[in-house]
């Protein structure tokens, strides 16, 4: 099995920063693409960011130039460095992973998400 642990959200004044880190962990041969999703109360989850193994990133719009998605291959981990938060990013923050197991087969795995509050 495999777990994808999140840590590092909390309260932040609005311009603030905060880095979120997402450490996958289990029988895990490669990790491919990772990403960070987030849904706020009464919305669809959506994209804040992915990360490929070999360091290509996406970005949704409304994050571009203030969030920064990076990763450790040898610790399969992510991260999101948030600078510039605004009161709209408040959201509970999801980590996927895209996880290849000793079996080579492929799967998709959540994180049990992170609060991120974003007020003054």
């Known amino acids: 099995q495999v777990q994808l642990v999140e840590s590092g959200g909390g309260l932040v004044q609005p311009g603030g920063s905060l880095r979120l880190s997402c450490a996958a962990s289990?029988?895990?041969?490669?990790?491919?693409?990772m990403g960070w999703y987030r849904q706020a109360p009464g919305k669809q989850r959506e994209l804040v960011a992915t990360?490929?193994?070999?360091?290509?990133?996406d970005y949704a719009d409304s994050v571009k130039g203030r969030f920064t998605i990076s990763r450790d291959n040898a610790k399969n981990t992510v991260y999101l460095q948030m600078n510039r938060l605004k009161p709209e990013d408040t959201a509970v923050y999801y980590c996927?992973?895209?996880?290849?197991?000793?079996?080579?087969?492929?799967?998709?795995?959540w994180g049990q998400g992170t609060q991120v509050t974003v007020s003054s």
């Open positions: 996927n992973a895209e996880v290849q197991g000793w079996d080579y087969l492929r799967a998709d795995y």
């Open positions: 289990g029988t895990i041969f490669r990790v491919y693409t």
């Open positions: 990360i490929t193994r070999g360091g290509n990133t």
